[in-house]
């Protein structure tokens, strides 16, 4: 009765442990530029590392978040995803961080999940309206002042938007080195899903339709889709 109490253990647990980044076996793993390979393989523990001995203080830090990103035209959103590919010094560390800004004409950091990893939004300036959505169809949201922080945890879909009359910034940080980001309206009408499923769905005509997946990209060419 005992072994079988274990094995039942096991296999709740083993689930969760398999979906988490992998434990350091070392103080940090500064990865060698010079033994690199493919950036999908960065996560593995087996990534060639610098020797500590030739390490100063300026391989663990970072200054591309001093400024803001590119842009929207269409949303006010400007972002700059930092990951152990732009930050070498992360690899190893299970963190990710980023840089959110909001142009202050109601700027928008559309729908969006990150499947690897809850999100810590911390508000450096300015007010934004932040929040998402549970499984059971539920919003947490409010108003954010500066120097306030919320909790996005993972897979649940948020957003954030400007609440202010001046430009906001948002910082925040990940519990994975790839948390992953799928952005709601340009996943559901941008990749190509059929037009009769989306009509459906959203109760959309074939004019309206066609207006989404103008503005949120052209279908891809190739699906991962089976041909009946």
Known sequence: MAAHHLLLLLAALLPAA????????????????????????ALLPSYPCRSPANLTASDFTFSGVRSAGNFSADTGFAGVSVTPAQFPALHTLGMSFARADLSAAGGVNPPHYHPRATETALVLAGRVYAG???????????????????????GM??????????????????????????????????????????????????????????RFGPPKTKTAEMED
């Open 132 to 154: 998402f959505v549970d499984s059971g169809g539920r919003i947490f949201a409010k108003v954010l002042e500066k120097g306030e922080v919320m909790v996005f945890p993972r």
């Open 157 to 214: 879909v948020h957003f954030q938007m400007n609440a202010g009359d001046e430009p906001a910034t948002v910082y925040g940080s990940f519990n994975s080195e790839n948390p992953g980001i799928v952005r709601i309206p340009a996943t559901v009408f941008g990749s190509g899903i059929k037009d009769g499923v989306l009509e459906r769905a959203f109760g959309l005509t074939p004019a309206e339709l066609r207006r989404l997946e103008k």
């Open 18 to 41: 398999a979906t988490a980044d992998p434990d350091a076996v070392q103080d940090f793993c500064v990865p060698d530029a010079g033994r690199s390979r493919p950036v999908e393989l």
